[in-house]
């Protein structure tokens, strides 16, 4: 039941709304032995308040349901599903848990649409193409939870992977200030970057030079012998923000945001997206998508 | 997260809504032998329709999270979801597809409350206490489903379990008329007079003997060495109404609804539930509910 954008939009009595939901599924989205229940729940709100964030709303219901092989998992994922409700600012109003050979969670989010919702087919060519935060952590994150490192220099990046961030702020000053196209980083920049322009029928091209990139995510990226800013592109699970925007309300949205807003390319006539590097250009990145398979 | 009633009411702008969600996982609610993924979607949108109904609300939104362990299995199961969704006038604004061990669907709804919502905790002493509808011919269908029984005898009450039919329009009439407490029956009628009970600090009189039971409901639980009443008191998944309201609002009621609706018992001071029969006092229903082993 694809929704074709981030939330599906409804008008309530006199108000619009954005509409998701979102389910994480153990062995498919997490492993027990890298992510503590608790972790789980609270990361099934986060994305869902990601994909209000992503429409320019503001989060403010969630129902959840899910349950473990045992009372205490059911319990502990509750746990961080009312953490994170609080830390974001939901309500949760309820929802059902059950017991699951599998831990299983699934979240519905309501949010509040104060401006006309960011869709993923308002890019124009012309527009900038720019990111919020930082990208390629989470990734980096995930390939130390695989690979079973826990040291010091990875706690930060395995935090992103768990505990995402939603841009909540900065997508509703977006959509304020009349962005035309918004979409959060899920799938990972490539194929969130494609979906914005087959939404709006437009190319876009994307200078891998350009992502915002941490140090620690460098270093750690290049010491498992992976090229970091690939990693960047392709990785997934940012829960960062895209953002296709006219020049001046990218400019205000850089001066609003409480996070960095950078520059990472431009949407152009045609179709597909276009990766540079120092000028040179990349096949399609999709051929360099061996991320999951790592 | 346990919401205290059949949904959550939300001030949404300038309306009142109800919210609820349900999840049903093979192995615990249904098992992949005896219930198709069609069957699994088709329910998991009834019964959040019938949660809405309990409300008195009128179903509007659905969201829907689910997957199983192969394509075809979630394909069916959202086949199911859009085939009740269509039955039930509700309209499916997306939700999230993924992959699972065991086939697992959560449904999150969103209902219109037209008239304030019934509540659990508004049975008062000198109330009637009915049902809609018909009890105990979901639990002889699951029955017959456990026991691998197919014939034609079995047809109606194995699609009584596998396809609820929740009774929105007799809801809202009771809504309308000014009931005075609400709860569709899922987990068994003695338990869910219970929750009227706890919910409204009464106590609650039923007479077994006036339970409304179909004639192939007591011929197919009497070839089993079973009970017909108990079973019909006890079974549960009846996805019927349970209503208390005053005399004159349970006659317009049953003057007005589309199913039947049958005086069971009354509401009393005090608390707990008494069951009778025949005019003698039965030992609390809980102690014969050993449906579930069956």
Redesign the interface.
């Known amino acids: 039941?694809?929704?074709?954008d981030d939330c599906?939009v409804?008008r309530?009595?006199?108000?619009l709304?954005a509409?998701?939901?979102?389910?994480l599924?153990e062995?498919?989205?997490f492993e027990a032995s890298w992510a503590s229940p608790r972790d789980v729940g609270y990361k099934a709100v986060a994305v869902n308040v990601s994909d209000v964030a992503a429409m320019g709303g503001t989060p403010r219901?969630v129902?959840?349901?899910?349950?473990g092989p045992d009372p205490e998992t059911t319990l502990g994922c509750?746990e961080g599903?009312?953490e994170a409700s609080e830390e974001f600012g939901v309500y949760?109003?309820?929802?059902?848990?059950?017991?699951?050979?599998?831990l299983?969670v699934?979240v519905?989010i309501?949010g509040e649409l104060s401006y006309p919702p960011v869709l993923r087919s308002g890019a124009r060519p012309g527009d900038l193409l720019a990111v919020t935060g930082e990208l390629g952590a989470s990734a980096a994150g995930l390939l130390a939870l695989m690979g079973g490192d826990t040291g010091p220099r990875v706690r930060r990046l395995v935090r992103k992977h768990l505990r995402p961030e939603p841009r909540t702020l900065a997508g509703r000053t977006a959509a304020r200030l009349g962005a035309g196209a918004m979409i959060d980083l899920s799938d990972g920049l490539a194929s969130d970057v494609r979906h914005v322009c087959e939404g709006s029928s437009v190319g876009c091209r994307v200078d891998l030079g350009l992502l915002p990139i941490a140090d620690d995510t460098r270093e750690y990226a290049s010491s498992l012998g992976r090229d970091p800013e690939v990693l960047a592109a392709t990785g997934g699970e940012d829960y960062e923000l895209l953002i296709s925007a006219p020049e001046g309300v990218m400019d205000g949205l850089a001066a609003e945001a409480d996070v960095p807003v950078t520059v990472v390319g431009e949407v152009v006539d045609g179709g597909g997206v276009a990766f540079v590097r120092d000028g040179e250009h990349l096949d399609d990145l999709s051929g360099w998508d061996h991320f999951r398979e790592a």
Chains 1, 2 share one sequence.
Do not use: E, K, N, Y
């Open positions: 039941m694809p929704i074709g599906a409804i309530l009595g006199d108000g709304w509409a998701a939901a979102d389910m599924v062995g498919r989205h219901f129902l959840a349901s899910g349950g509750m599903l009312f949760p109003l309820g929802g059902d848990t059950t017991g699951s050979p599998a299983t699934d519905a309501l």
